[in-house]
């Protein structure tokens, strides 16, 4: 009996056998930091919108002006002050000048 040797060397750049044969796909491993960080950096630059906002806010008010607490007391206390004030008021002209701005608004509409 005589036994066959195979003499040929292995070729190294040989396909596999498992040609044809489908392998899963490796999963991808995404970690959560990237979006952790993303997170983090949205809501860094929304605390500082709302500070921003909130000292532009601050700066309106000081501008506009504050009537002095003093100056409230005064005219609560002296109610002939305000009585004098309500009859100089004058009504008609008032009127007519609000009639004026709203026939103002109505041309330009």
Do not use: C, H, R
């Amino acid at each position: 009996m005589e036994q066959e040797f195979n003499t040929t060397p292995p070729v190294e750049n040989e396909t596999p056998a498992t040609e044809g044969v489908e392998t899963p796909a490796e999963p991808k491993k995404e970690g959560v930091g990237p979006i952790v960080g993303i997170v983090v950096i949205i809501i860094i630059l929304i605390f500082g919108g709302l500070y921003m906002w909130g000292t532009k806010l601050n700066n309106q008010e000081s501008e506009i002006g504050v009537v002095p607490v003093e100056d409230i007391a005064d005219a609560q206390d002296n109610p002939v002050q305000l009585e004098s004030e309500l009859d100089a008021f004058d009504v008609a002209g008032f009127e007519a000048e609000l009639d004026a701005g709203l026939g103002a608004l109505e041309a330009e509409l």
